[in-house]
Structures are given as C-alpha cells and as structure tokens.
C-alpha cells in the first residue's frame, strides 16, 4: 500500500506564500485521485483542492484563486502551491490518494503537516 509524506509547512505572514509536497511512496494504480484536505483548530477537516490523474482539478471556494494544485507523477508527488496566505488558513493540511481500482477504492492519508499564518 501507498504511503504520503507532507513536507513544506511553516509559519508565515499573512500575504505570504508557502507550497507544500506530497511524496507517494508504494505502488500508486493509475486511476487515482489526489487531493489537500486541511482541519483548522476546532474544525471539521475540509477539502482544500484535489486533481485526478486525467488532470481534472476542483478548488475549496475559500482557496479558489489564491491556491493551485500540481502532481509530478514521474516523482509520484503532488504539490499545493499557497498565496496571499490569510490567517484563517491555519490548519495542519493532509495528503489523500484515493485510488480507484476496478470494484474498490482505496484511500490513504499522510500524517499532516502544520500551517500557520500570522497576522
């Protein structure tokens, strides 16, 4: 089974710029799904962005415009590139694969990596 490795988080100013990483290690099947979830303080996890392996993306509304999503499947990592950064943009942000193999699929979640924008 697949495994995800985020990396790329910090703190940074509000206005500022951050792009995460998502490394897959493992067999990835090639009908998948990739997404940023992100779980602020106190809150449900939601979906930040998410891009199919034919290229299709979909945005959370609070992110869309400011936040673009990007794989590298050579590299087997998908990229969350972050700006004009805000402070309720704090939250640890997760790494989904969800592979979609014929009769089951299959998610799989990194461990997270914080976030945090100051004002």
């Known amino acids: 089974q697949a495994q995800l490795v985020e990396s790329g988080g910090g703190l940074v100013e509000a206005g500022g710029s951050l792009r995460l990483s998502c490394v897959v290690s493992?067999?990835?099947?090639?009908?998948?799904?990739m997404s940023w979830y992100r779980q602020p303080p106190g809150n449900e996890r939601e979906l930040v962005a998410l891009?199919?392996?034919?290229?299709?993306?979909k945005y959370g509304d609070s992110v869309r415009g400011r936040f673009t999503i990007s794989r590298d499947d050579q590299k087997n990592t998908v990229y969350l590139q972050m700006t004009s950064l805000k402070p309720e943009d704090t939250a640890v942000y997760y790494c989904?694969?969800?592979?979609?193999?014929?009769?089951?699929?299959?998610?799989?979640w990194g461990k997270g990596t914080l976030v945090t924008v100051s004002s």
């Open positions: 989904n694969l969800q592979e979609w193999r014929p009769g089951s699929a299959i998610g799989t």
């Open positions: 493992g067999p990835i099947f090639p009908v998948n799904t």
């Open positions: 891009q199919t392996s034919a290229r299709a993306t």
